[in-house]
């Protein structure tokens, strides 16, 4: 078990970059070095509180794991719901509001680790590569800084208010931020389409959510009122609890208990109704086709380091909440719908790489590939067994950080070459080799090169695709559709070339081939400072990729009590 | 009814006391005292301002401390004319801090802050406001509506000189006197059917089945009565007032009217449908509360959808903000359409979310109307495309102006949030599934123009944009609070004042 603190290390993570944005925001604005300053120390400090939460978990994920493999071999009642409690580290709890049963309830389990870490690292390289933002620095820091507040608020939110509080906490900055720190061209029209997008998607969930919490209440006050007696008195639920709760262990007791498979519309059950909201929903931050056309204009328009928290953390929030949310609380709806949503995520991981293979903004090639890598996320979620997830878990953080290199490197080049167009550059190695050693660690990761992270974390993902093939049906009136997994994995592995494809035509093309000297008289090398983001960002991508162990067993701890209730064994 | 005791009465109107004894200690500063004192000379007529802000927040402050009801006092007072409860607390509490906050963001305004009547007649109507959140018996309810809004009629024609503020006064006093007299008319028929004025004689009355004739009339009231409060609380359809007078008065006189009237009607509203028509009332067989329901869930729609729909295409921030408090009714309205009972709800949840909304909008609104004051005062405009660059000119103001607007939009962490919350909250537990659709889908199109003034405050390049906006001590400082008061009530505040609310609800529904 991971010790108790005597300091609560996850509202520091929360609170230490809203601290730093309110004191920002009182600075003189012409202090611009302080504030940097200011913002940096806030990141350091955040990063080192998230390496410490994933370091610790880490430590601690063998002693966890024997402990689940107790409760599993125990059998009896609850399984999923004490596994789920068990891995729930650094928990905080204080009572909100009571009445409707809103806790300020914090908690990291295997899934959320890795992607506090993520979130810390990100934040890190996204202060210091907005270093040489002038205008109005006190503003964008300040927003930039919350925004981050609220990424790291979802993750280790252990309640649906408090996640939804932070999420779309995270949304408004981040309008702003593009909006007025983006691409002069794009930047308007790009921050409305993604913050409606996303608020759409949100607002949807939030009904599906407060519809769940009404339906565990009247469950716990009825029927299942032994339930949880029970859960109270053996200490799941801490004593107390009311029926009425947006607790995420609460309401996965009420999944497990089977609150939600009650027919509520004709013969269609509750989970089965409210799944695609809630699924999709937050699926539109994860760019689920056909949702995801906010998210290349959003973030070619953003400034790099929105972009870099965006495509490398915030696409991730919607993937984990849709997981959280949907699959773990409405396993029942998950087993139906999952199925043809999978369609959806292969449209994704093909479409997305042959769009992306048609651009001539490097920055757009960049979007249009984390669409077609957070298909393969959602993917993963869709083979609902232990091997394919754990991939996608992989796959979030990979892609997190391979992402935010890449946006990092592109903004490197057009910070010096003031053009993302393809064709026009060229020869850049020769000028900035850093440059172009990041790209193409990036690029290896991107394609799947065994060694990267990349791989580690699609090839599961396609086992995973492969191993639940004949357990999947799809009743589509008399006619059911069996057996398809496979030949989708086959179709998305194909995916894989095209995204080599054009990793290898946008390397060869922007790095490669003669440099023009006289079009860009003044590109020089990038600075310490941007040596220090892409190595930073590649390191986690070699790393994982020789060692997945670092994350693996975090994230099978995590999902145990999703697979439990969707009735896989682990 | 209990025998009259004095003393013990009195707790249920002091606020509206202390509101009468300010009233008259502003007309002496303002005229003096024949023989006695010679009035505060001109120049220091703002200090009124000051007097006002601190005597209402005292009196809100007392009424919380001294006043406040208990289980055991809380009933009917002078003759049934007022109920004392936690409900009508709540309320006062709210407009009472309306009215301090209106007072301090009048100070600057050109042709109204040094004006020592603009202070007194905003007393009075608050007084009126006051009344109403109380008011359980027909004629109190009628008196009261209309002492809160004949000084409004006033105030918005305030500005003499001023050819739109005369005639944004002479057009709400012609559609207000118009809803009054359908009110009133409905209010008539009632108390004919019944032969009772007080609001809860007549709910035993009608529940009794002493009333056998047909449903019809009684309904007939309802709608007329429906339609009175709709013109007060600005629902469509009958909202046609709303841009006109929002856009025509002067600046505070709308932060003024958009809140604490509103707030008051809702109180009123409330009180009225519970009261006098709760689940128990059936006529012939027929549920009056799914009637009025009906109607409520309706209105809501309408408000909703209107106001948000048109609010896009205004260009006037005012006449926006006009559009926007529509829509805030309308989303008000989905809570009071969620207060029926129902197998899953007591409606206590929904009264509660309410007056939480009422609570939040209050702050929030004026804060809005805050900046706006600051700004038309510094640059004579309100259109919404000259706010461009306010972030580079004033980034204080922009960042008030941001906050108010993303609680409006319902965007955490300011109290919005949590208002919206509450209230789709109470309509999925009332069943109302496809109602709190509605309204998330609305609060979208909402949050579009309200992201798009932010937008233009802090993207936009605008004419003036190195000439810096100043603000005067009061303003900085009544923005800092009430920003900080709306943030807290979306963070830590919520559960006090929630639990506050629920509080309130339990006393108007006896459970």
């Not at chain 1, 009311?242 to 989970?271: C, K, N, R, W, Y």
């Not at chain 1, 773990?328 to 709806?333: A, D, R």
């Not at chain 1, 990038?526 to 990729?545: A, D, K, S």
């Not at chain 2, 660059?389 to 960042?399: E, I």
Request: aromatic share 12%; charged share 10%.
């Amino acid at each position: 078990m991971v010790e108790a603190l005597s300091f609560p290390v996850l509202s520091l993570l929360i609170f230490v970059p809203i601290i730093a944005a309110v004191i920002i925001l009182f600075m003189p604005r012409e202090s611009k070095d302080l504030i940097k300053g200011i913002a940096i120390t806030a990141a350091f400090i955040t990063f080192g509180l998230g390496l410490f939460t994933f370091i610790s978990y880490n430590n601690a994920v063998n002693d966890l794991r024997t402990e689940q493999d107790a409760i599993i071999a125990d059998g009896g009642d609850i399984v999923a719901t004490k596994l789920y409690d068990s891995t729930l580290v650094f928990e905080e709890r204080v009572v909100w509001v009571p009445q409707l049963g809103i806790t300020y309830h914090l908690g990291v389990d295997g899934l959320s680790a890795p992607m506090v870490l993520l979130t810390s690292m990100v934040m890190i390289t996204g202060v210091l590569i907005s270093w040489r933002i002038e205008d109005r620095t006190r503003e964008f820091m300040a927003f930039f800084l919350l925004l981050v507040a609220g990424v790291f608020g979802v993750f280790v939110a252990n309640d649906m208010f408090v996640l939804f509080f932070f999420y779309e906490l995270a949304i408004f900055p981040m309008y702003l931020l593009i909006a007025t720190w983006g691409w002069v061209k794009l930047r308007e029209y790009a921050a409305m389409k993604l913050t409606l997008y996303i608020l759409i998607g949100s607002v949807v969930a939030l009904v599906g959510a407060i519809a769940m919490v009404l339906q565990a209440n009247q469950f716990f006050l009825n029927e299942g009122a032994a339930v949880f007696a029970q859960a109270v008195e053996s200490g799941v639920l801490p004593a107390d609890s009311t029926t009425m709760s947006f607790g995420i262990t609460q309401l996965t007791l009420a999944a497990e208990a089977g609150a939600f498979s009650v027919p509520i519309l004709g013969d269609i059950s509750f989970a089965n109704l409210w799944f695609p909201f809630v699924f999709i929903g937050f699926g539109v931050l994860a760019g689920v086709f056909p949702f995801h056309n906010w998210s290349p204009d959003g973030h070619v328009a953003a400034p790099t380091a929105v972009s870099m928290i965006h495509a490398g953390v915030l696409m991730k929030v919607g993937a984990y909440a849709a997981l959280r949310l949907g699959v773990q609380l409405l396993p029942e709806g998950a087993q139906t719908h999952l199925p043809w949503i999978v369609f959806l995520t292969l449209v994704n991981v093909v479409y997305g790489a042959f769009i992306a293979f048609r651009q001539r903004d490097f920055k757009y090639v960049i979007g249009f590939s984390s669409v077609s890598h957070m298909g393969l996320v959602s993917m993963g979620w869709a083979t609902m067994n232990v091997i394919g997830m754990t991939g996608a878990g992989l796959q979030m953080f990979s892609h997190g950080a391979m992402t935010a290199l890449f946006f990092g490197c592109v903004g490197m080049v057009y910070d010096r070459a003031h053009t993302r167009d393809i064709p026009s550059l060229g020869g850049f190695v020769k000028v900035m080799p850093w440059v172009a050693v990041a790209f193409i660690v990036g690029g290896l990761t991107s394609m799947g090169m065994p060694g990267f992270s990349g791989f580690v974390a699609e090839f599961p993902i396609f086992v995973g695709m492969w191993n639940a093939s004949p357990n999947i049906s799809l009743q589509i009136g008399n006619f059911a559709l069996t057996n398809y997994y496979s030949i989708l994995v086959i179709i998305a592995a194909l995916g894989i070339v095209i995204t080599a494809a054009y990793v290898l035509r946008v390397t060869g093309q922007v790095f490669f081939g003669a440099f023009n000297r006289e079009k860009y008289p003044d590109v020089g090398d990038i600075t310490l400072r941007e040596r220090f983001i892409l190595v930073f960002l590649g390191t986690p991508l070699v790393v994982l990729g020789l060692y997945p162990q670092l994350m693996e067993p975090m994230l099978v701890t995590g999902l145990r009590p999703v697979l439990a209730l969707l009735g896989v064994s682990t | 009814m209990n025998e009259f005791n004095f003393l013990q009465s009195l707790p249920a109107i002091a606020p509206e006391i202390g509101l009468v004894i300010t009233a008259i200690v502003l007309l002496a500063l303002d005229s003096g005292i024949p023989f006695v004192y010679a009035g505060l000379p001109e120049s220091r007529r703002k200090g009124l301002a000051l007097v006002t802000a601190v005597s209402l927040i005292a009196t809100a402050l007392m009424s919380i401390a001294v006043w406040s009801p208990t289980p055991e006092t809380t009933g009917l007072y002078w003759g049934g004319m007022v109920r004392y409860d936690v409900l009508a607390l709540v309320f006062k509490v709210m407009i009472l801090f309306a009215g301090a906050i209106t007072a301090l963001i009048a100070v600057d305004a050109e042709g109204i802050g040094n004006k020592g009547e603009f202070y007194l007649i905003m007393v009075v109507s608050t007084l009126g406001a006051c009344l109403i959140s109380s008011a359980s018996d027909l004629i109190m309810l009628f008196l009261a509506l209309e002492t809160t809004t004949i000084p409004l009629y006033v105030l918005a024609g305030f500005k003499r000189g001023d050819t739109r503020s005369s005639e944004s006064g002479m057009k709400y006093f012609l559609f207000g006197s118009f809803a009054s007299a359908i009110l009133l008319y409905g209010l008539s028929l009632l108390y004919g059917f019944s032969g009772q004025t007080n609001l809860y004689a007549i709910a035993e009355y009608l529940s009794s089945g002493a009333f056998t004739a047909n449903a019809f009339p009684v309904l007939a009231a309802l709608v007329l009565i429906l339609v009175g409060f709709g013109f007060k609380i600005s629902a469509a359809p009958f909202h046609f007032w709303t841009p006109d007078v929002y856009e025509g008065a002067p600046t505070p006189v709308t932060a003024f009217l958009s809140v604490a009237s509103k707030a008051g009607s809702f109180a009123l509203l409330m009180r009225f449908l519970i009261a006098t028509f709760p689940a128990a009332v059936v006529i012939n067989g027929q549920e009056i509360q799914n009637f009025w329901v009906t109607l409520v869930t309706a209105l809501a729609v309408v408000s909703m959808t209107f106001g948000n729909v048109v609010a896009l295409a205004q260009r006037n921030v005012k006449r926006l903000l006009a559009y926007s408090s529509i829509a805030q009714a309308g989303y008000t309205l989905i809570g009071l359409a969620a207060v029926q009972v129902t197998a899953t709800s007591t409606g206590a949840e929904a009264v509660a979310a309410i007056t939480y909304y009422m609570f939040m909008y209050t702050f929030t609104n004026l804060l809005a109307f805050a900046v706006i004051i600051v700004f038309s005062e510094a640059t004579g405009t309100e259109t919404i495309s000259d706010l461009a660059g306010l972030s580079r000119r004033s980034p204080w103001m922009a960042l008030t102006l941001t906050i108010a607007l993303l609680s409006l939009a319902g965007v955490p962490p300011a109290a919005g949030f949590f208002g919206k919350f509450f209230l789709f909250n109470a309509a999925v537990q009332a069943n109302l599934v496809w109602l709190a659709i509605v309204g998330v889908l609305n609060s979208i199109v909402a949050l579009f123009y309200y992201l798009v003034i932010i937008k233009v405050m802090y993207v936009d390049k605008g004419k003036d944009e190195d000439k810096p906006i100043p603000i005067s001590r009061t303003y900085l400082y009544v923005m800092g609070v009430v920003s900080v008061i709306v943030i807290l009530l979306g963070t830590i505040g919520v559960q006090p004042i929630f639990d506050w609310a629920l509080q309130g609800a339990r006393a108007l529904l006896n459970v």
